[in-house]
């Protein structure tokens, strides 16, 4: 297992290079987190000793029965949607919340963040593809949400996240990816400060995401396989 895994994320990052190279970035804007849902803390363990640090989780139940059997040291992403009643769980666990979505999941986790005495990092999940299916803010709302979050104590907001569209059409992936590009930019010019990160891409389109400035993407096939 350990040694198939490294072989998927030499070929990963090859691709990786190839679309940094295409674009004039460079390889190491790129961040890869490694998504393990549904596959044990031994794949965890794997992809941290291949040289993946950085660990995504879906599910708060699934990330909690298994980050103590987990081995190695690594950072903790929590990509999938957070429901409310589950935030408490969340805050102090992930270096990362990619996935805030709405203004009172923020005002939960702003609450909780200074009761504990520290800062939430977040990504605020944008719904680029207008999808009723997709979770995530709807575009429009992005900027007036992004500025309720930075006044927010106790969070602290890095930037977007969005999920392409699923589709063979490569082009439609794109525009989903430019147009969160394009809020991010918008964002930073309105609310004056940077916002660092666009987490965009997976199994089937991170390629693309990378030629459109992603600096995360969220691998979980193309790395372990068929998830169990």
Request: net charge negative; charged share 30%.
């Amino acid at each position: 297992m350990e040694s198939e895994i490294k072989e998927n994320l030499e070929r990963v990052k090859e691709r990786i290079d190839a679309a940094c190279l295409r674009t004039g970035r460079s390889a190491g804007e790129v961040t890869i987190v490694a998504v393990t849902k549904t596959h044990g803390p031994e794949f965890v363990d794997a992809v941290i000793a291949a040289g993946v640090p950085n660990v995504g989780e879906n599910r708060i139940q699934e990330f909690l029965g298994k980050k103590d059997r987990v081995e190695r040291p690594c950072r903790w992403h929590l990509v999938g949607t957070l429901q409310r009643n589950k935030a408490t769980k969340a805050v102090g666990q992930f270096v990362l919340i990619q996935s805030l979505d709405r203004l009172k999941l923020a005002e939960t986790l702003s609450r909780l963040s200074v009761e504990r005495g520290i800062d939430t990092r977040t990504l605020i999940e944008v719904n680029t593809s207008g999808e009723s299916t997709k979770h995530g803010a709807a575009p429009d709302e992005v900027i007036d949400l992004a500025g309720a979050v930075r006044d927010l104590p106790g969070l602290a907001l890095d930037g977007l996240m969005t999920i392409g569209p699923l589709t063979d059409d490569e082009a439609a992936v794109r525009r989903s990816f430019i147009r969160l590009r394009e809020l991010k930019e918008r964002a930073e010019t309105e609310l004056g400060g940077e916002l660092p990160h666009l987490s965009m891409g997976m199994s089937d389109d991170f390629e693309v995401a990378v030629e459109e400035g992603a600096t995360i993407v969220r691998l979980g096939r193309v790395l372990f396989g068929e998830r169990g």
